[in-house]
């Protein structure tokens, strides 16, 4: 059963993200209930976009 709700639809690490190919820190953000502090992974299909540190064209 995924979890999903407006506060942590499609947040980084939730688990609507996941299904669609999110790699984010779970635990680190409370599943995409935590809005203080969010740990994205520069891997992550879902929300990395935009974030490359560098020009790798
Ligand atoms: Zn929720
Ligand atoms: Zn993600």
């Known amino acids: ?6 506060t942590c639809h ?6 609507t993200a996941r299904a669609e190919g999110c790699t984010c820190a779970t ?16 891997d992550c299909p879902v929300h990395a976009d935009g974030l490359t540190p560098r020009d790798e064209t």
Do not use: A
């Open 1 to 6: 059963m995924i979890h999903d709700c407006e």
């Open 27 to 42: 635990m680190d953000n409370g599943r995409g209930h935590n809005r203080v502090r969010l740990v994205i992974r520069l």
């Open 10 to 15: 499609m947040q980084p690490g939730s688990d």
